[in-house]
């Protein structure tokens, strides 16, 4: 079992920069491929960014380079480092494990935190 604690969300200004945590608990974190999905009111929920357990890492190609996926396998963190913000940024952001590969939509993973809002403002 995975438990995800997502922070680090707010409002900023546009071109702007946030970065957001994810904190897993649980054994074997470092065997787990990590999303980052976000969803905007009435839209369905999409997958941003995603890191595998050996660190290869996929972009959506809205935020190729703008948003950078990390992770920090002793402290159980997965990072999302958003830079240039724009409002069209403005969701709520989830990340997400699943065991092994980086998987493309929201069904294929196991484990979900909570959110975290990001509101960019113009």
């Known amino acids: 079992q995975v438990q995800l604690v997502e922070s680090g969300g707010g409002l900023v200004q546009a071109g702007g920069s946030l970065r957001l945590s994810c904190v897993a608990s649980?054994?074997?974190?470092?065997?787990?491929?990590v999303g980052w999905f976000r969803q905007a009111p009435g839209k369905e929920r999409y997958l941003v960014a995603a890191?595998?357990?050996?660190?290869?890492?996929y972009y959506a190609d809205s935020v190729k380079g703008q948003f950078t996926i990390s992770r920090d396998n002793a402290k159980n963190t997965v990072y999302l480092q958003m830079n240039s913000l724009k409002e069209e940024d403005t969701a709520v952001y989830y990340c997400?494990?699943?065991?092994?590969?980086?998987?493309?939509?929201?069904?294929?993973?196991?484990?979900w935190g909570q959110g975290t809002q990001v509101t960019v403002s113009s």
């Open positions: 997400a494990a699943r065991w092994g590969y980086i998987a493309y939509s929201h069904p294929q993973y196991d484990y």
């Open positions: 649980g054994r074997a974190f470092s065997n787990y491929a």
């Open positions: 890191i595998s357990s050996a660190g290869y890492t």
